[in-house]
Structure formats: C-alpha cells, structure tokens
C-alpha cells in the first residue's frame, strides 16, 4: 500500500505531476532542451522572487551547497547553523578546506540579527550561511531581520539554503538582498528529489571570479558560464525527466497562485501547531516555527517508531525525530501539494491511534 | 513529434522503462528504500561483472569521475585521453589541484598498452584513468590488453569511464582489476539522465583513506562508509524515480540476457560500420571500434545539420560531430535497447534523403 507522506521530504507527487516523470527523451543539445530551461528559468525567477540567474544541478541540494559555500569563499565563511542542516555547511567547508567558523545555537532556537551582526562586525568573513527551514527542529529564521544587518556588509556574499521552503513560504532573494538561495525539488515545490535549484547573482558571480579551486561539477561559475555561452544548456547532461515535470508542476503553482500557496501553508501550520500543543508541546521556539513543517516535543513519551508502524498500517507516514532527536520529538511535514483537509485526516488518525 | 533518438545519450527509453519514472514517492530513510537499493547493487554487479561495492551518485557521470580522480589521487594522476571525455578527467584534476599529467592521442586512436606501460613505469603515478569508449570519437580502448599492463603496477589505482558503454560492451571489472568502474544511465543501460553508477574496490577504498580534502557531496569513500551503516541508504535524497527505473530495466536486461544483449550491440554496430564504409569512411581506428557508437568521416562533404534536420521531420535524430569535429563528422549511437531493424530503418532514411 502506497503511505501518504507527511515526512519533509520527500513529498508526495500529484499523479500528473509525477506521469511528467515519464515523458520520452530529448536531446540535451536541442533548442527543444534550451526552451525547457528558458522556460523553467522564468517561472523560478517568480518562485524565488528575482530577477537573477537560476541555475539548476543534477544533484541533492547538498550539492549546490557544497558548490555555494566552495565557490564563492575567498575569506572565510561564517555558519549559522540551527541544526543538522546548518551543520552539514560547516563538514562541506572543512571537507574542502574552505575556512570556515561555525556559530551553531542550542537547537530549537533561531539565528538572531543581533548575533550575525556582532560576527560580521568582526570583518573576518566574506561569505555568511544561513538556513531558513531547518527540517531538524522546525525552526524557520527571522530572514528579514538578518538581511537588515546582512546589508551592513556589502563585501559579505550571503548564501541562504530554503531547500525545505521555497515554494511554501515567501522569501523575495532580490529584495533580501540573498546571493545564493538554494532549494530542491522534493520539498515545498512538489517534486520527486534529483535536482537541485538555485539563484547566483552578480556579487556572487564576481566573487566566484577571484576563488581559484572551485571544482569542477559543483563548481557554480562554470554552470554559469556555460549555459551563458550555450543558450542555457547545462556542461553534462541534465535530469530532463525533472525537468519536464519541473516545467509543469511550475505552472500548476502559478496556476494556484503563489501567495495563495504560502496561505495554504500557513494554514496547515497553524492547525498542525494547535494540534500539537493541544497534546504535545512544541520542540521550537514559538516566535520562528516553521511553515512548512512541525517538530513536537515526545512530552507523552509515546513510542514514536510504533506510532509511525500503525499509521502506515492506514496509508500514512510521518517522520521521527531527527539524529539526536530520535523519540524525543517527531516531525508532521505540511508542504507542497498537501491540503488542511489531508492535514486533518492525517492527524485524526494519530488521535484514533493514540486515544485522543 | 517525438524524435526516436540514436544521439551517444540520452537514448530513446521504451515507455514501460519511463513509466517506472512515475511511481509515487517513499521515504529515503526507509526499509523500503533499502531494499530498492540492494536489488539495484546485486544486479548492478552481474552488469559490471564485480563483487565490489556499487555507489549510486544523483549526478551525471561527470560528478562521479571527479569523485574519483580527487578522491582517490594520493601522488599523481596519469591521465590517458582519446578524445573529449579522457580531457574532462584532466580538467577535473585540475579545477581540484589534484596532480595529473594528461597523454592525449590524435582523436580517431586508441591508447595502446604500450605507452600505459610506459607512462606508469616511471613510478610517478598512483592513479590511472582510462575512457573505456569515447563518445567524440567512437573509439574503443583495448581494455583487456591495457588490464595486463596495470596488474604490473599494484599500487595504481585505475578508475575506468565507461558511461557510454556499461551494458552494451562486455567490461569485466573484477577480471580486468578495474578499481573504479564509472557508467551513467542514460546511455547503453537505457534509462533517462539523472543517474550515475559506479564499483568502488578495497584498493580503491585503502587509497581514499589516505587523502584528504576529497570534498562532500562526490566524496566516493564519505558514501561508502555512509551505505555500510546506514544499510544501503545515501546521506542525501538520491533521485528515487530514477532508482525505481533503474531497478526495472536491470530485471529486462537479466531478461534479454547480458550476453544477448552484447551480441545485439555487436550487430548493430556492425551494420552501421558496413553501411558507413559503403557511403562515407570511419573516423576512428578499425582495430578499436565502438560497439555502442559509430563516428563518420564526411568524406561527402554533406550538411549533417540539414540531414538532422531533414531526419527530425521523419522522426530520427542522429548527432552531429563533437566539438572540433562538428560538420567533419556525424554519429549515429546505436545502444541501448535499440534493435539492428530499427537501425536499419533509420539508415534507410538516411539514403532516401542523401539520394543513396
């Protein structure tokens, strides 16, 4: 029986979404594929809320983020991090010796503008990581308070991972002034996972220039240049079946309406939220909650693994606790496609199971 | 109008194939999600010949070649090229700083076991990368013969690339003493891009222990270790539809018979060669042809672009020449789950347009 997905990714697929995942090949060398990413170059220029380049990868997300945080380095890299995700920035700095501090806070709490001021002001760094979402503590970050400050520093290139956001919350790069925003298909947009998308604007372009040892398939200013020089074809060849549901599944958000889709969003994270302190209590702090997914604190002390065993018994799936987090929270993702009615059957049957 | 592709990839899928490209979405982090990736590394081996570790990479080819010359390089590469993709292994080695040296032959020839000999008795290299069969030229290297001359270097480490051939030429990897055997599965596998695939052996493991700064997101060993404890998962959302395909097709292949289906490969590429010297001349050497490629000397002076073109209004696509040798040459890819009759219509075609 196929479990309905409630799990940050990745998400469950409209059936014509996922049937775009089956149309016959073309050749990556066509006007045929230029046309593709054209097309899907726009649309994500309206999802990320820019005017900037979008470039797309053949990888997981961390792809791209190894690729930002390598590429676009020439100082040294301050990371925020609110948990695992925010960590991996760091290992992908050290892992290329790419030097790097980490600013990690107790998780459950979010990055403040007063902490990424007071590390910038030290004008030891010229790159700054932040994570909007982070899918291991439900914490979404202030963004606009931090691009305040981020502003303060035009030397400084900011990378920003909404790889479990973009889509299902607003974030407007150009007006935040982000350099590099990274996400992903398998979460808010609604995809299968296999391709990693992100903005790369001028600052970050002319940084990348200066940055020798960039690597070679993750390295983002050669992505650049080449689909500048080839009419927006890739260097290897692209996942096109991505790429023909991307293209879809981009005018099907369109077709909803972008600001209609982060007030679907928002709805199914207020009644998630209702719901969990009604029985649970919330694991993140309460002024940042995520929009697009809900980490509850395990205070009835229930067996996390067996909740999930009887729910998928009735078509369903949810997440445990991330790492450390194991048992001690569990994770209701509310993103992409999914609806408050999906939402709230979901969630009746964790109250049937647990005797609500 | 959908072109039937006979371009060196992405080739033509056959629709139950594409399909699978379509099943719904499941956890990365489940049981299930296990399974999928152990039926894929059982039948992956019996394609590679190998009992070696499979590593799945959601890249293209290219990002699993970087992986492995910078992660398994502890003194110097040496980097054999006949054509094209042998450069991309050099290119790689330097956007990385990994120490290589490239011996690149006139474009048409193969690298004979001579000069490996030669090359690695200096005693300067510990890593050797080879293009099995090269897409820009149509050659095939005599792997067999170069085999003997590595086993005499126990301390090399040979990373082979054989994306465009693994499934449709016989490659040995265990036998040969391959360490890293790359392939891709858009080409002689049959399945869309998205995907790449490779062997990972002990001694290929006990080199990238002793090198550091191998990166994150390709790090082949970072991988390995991640798939032992995490029983076959990936540490990033690997691109399950992909995987989903790719378990499938392995079932058709094992169903065709590997050995048929080399045998199909040889008589296609025969026919092609055949027809080729009836009209025009073979770019490449005769002792080292492809059996999944044939690239053509356009001793006719033709327009290959407007024979494409007047080709794509029939319903075919065939490639122009690469790079340098566009106009000079063209190729007609013939792998996959192509079959000699639907070669034989598409030459046919051809001579009704070029008034054969």
């Given at each position: 029986m196929h479990k309905k997905l409630f799990i940050p990714g990745p998400v469950e697929v409209k059936?014509?979404?996922?049937?775009?995942?089956?149309?016959?090949?073309?050749?990556?060398?066509?006007?045929?594929?230029?046309?593709?990413?054209?097309?899907?170059?726009?649309?994500?220029?309206?999802?990320?809320?820019?005017?900037e380049e979008i470039l797309l990868s053949t990888s997981s997300g961390s792809g791209l983020m190894e690729g930002a945080i390598r590429s676009c380095t020439a100082k040294k890299a301050a990371v925020f991090s609110v948990g695992a995700f925010g960590n991996r920035w760091y290992e992908m700095a050290k892992a290329n010796n790419v030097p790097a501090d980490l600013y990690e806070?107790?998780?459950?709490?979010?990055?403040?503008?007063?902490?990424?001021?007071?590390?910038?002001?030290?004008?030891?760094?010229?790159?700054?990581?932040?994570?909007?979402?982070?899918?291991?503590?439900?914490?979404?970050?202030?963004?606009e308070?931090?691009?305040?400050?981020?502003?303060?520093?035009?030397?400084?290139?900011?990378?920003?991972?909404?790889?479990?956001?973009?889509?299902?919350?607003?974030?407007?790069?150009?007006?935040?002034?982000?350099?590099?925003?990274?996400?992903?298909?398998?979460?808010?947009?609604g995809l299968p996972p296999g391709l990693a998308i992100c903005t790369f604007s001028k600052k970050a372009i002319e940084r990348a220039e200066k940055v020798e040892n960039r690597g070679f398939y993750l390295d983002l200013l050669r992505l650049?240049?080449?689909?500048?020089?080839?009419?927006?074809?890739?260097?290897?060849?692209?996942?096109?079946?991505?790429?023909?549901?991307?293209?879809?599944?981009?005018?099907?958000?369109?077709?909803?309406?972008?600001?209609?889709?982060?007030?679907?969003?928002?709805?199914?994270?207020?009644?998630?939220?209702?719901?969990?302190?009604?029985?649970?209590?919330?694991?993140?702090d309460e002024r940042y909650l995520s929009n697009t997914l809900t980490t509850i604190k395990n205070t009835k002390g229930i067996s996390v693994a067996d909740l999930n065993k009887k729910l998928g018994e009735r078509g369903f799936a949810i997440s445990n606790g991330y790492g450390k987090l194991k048992e001690k929270t569990f994770r209701i993702a509310h993103m992409a496609d999914t609806t408050l009615e999906e939402v709230k059957e979901l969630l009746q049957n964790i109250d049937e199971i647990l005797g609500f």
């Open positions: 059936s014509d979404v996922l049937q775009k995942m089956a149309t016959p090949m073309i050749g990556h060398r066509t006007k045929e594929a230029s046309e593709l990413q054209k097309r899907i170059t726009e649309k994500m220029r309206k999802v990320f809320h820019t005017n806070v107790e998780w459950g709490n979010a990055n403040t503008p007063e902490l990424v001021d007071e590390v910038l002001s030290t004008g030891k760094y010229d790159l700054i990581t932040i994570t909007h979402n982070e899918t291991s503590t439900g914490i979404m970050n202030p963004v308070e931090i691009a305040k400050v981020i502003k303060k520093y035009p030397e400084v290139v900011w990378c920003l991972d909404t790889v479990s956001s973009m889509g299902g919350a607003k974030v407007e790069v150009d007006k935040l002034g982000v350099d590099i925003c990274i996400t992903s298909t398998q979460k808010a947009i650049h240049k080449y689909i500048l020089k080839k009419d927006h074809q890739y260097p290897s060849t692209p996942s096109l079946s991505h790429m023909f549901a991307l293209d879809y599944q981009l005018d099907r958000i369109m077709e909803e309406g972008i600001e209609n889709r982060y007030q679907r969003h928002i709805e199914m994270a207020k009644y998630v939220r209702e719901w969990a302190k009604k029985h649970f209590e919330l694991f993140a």
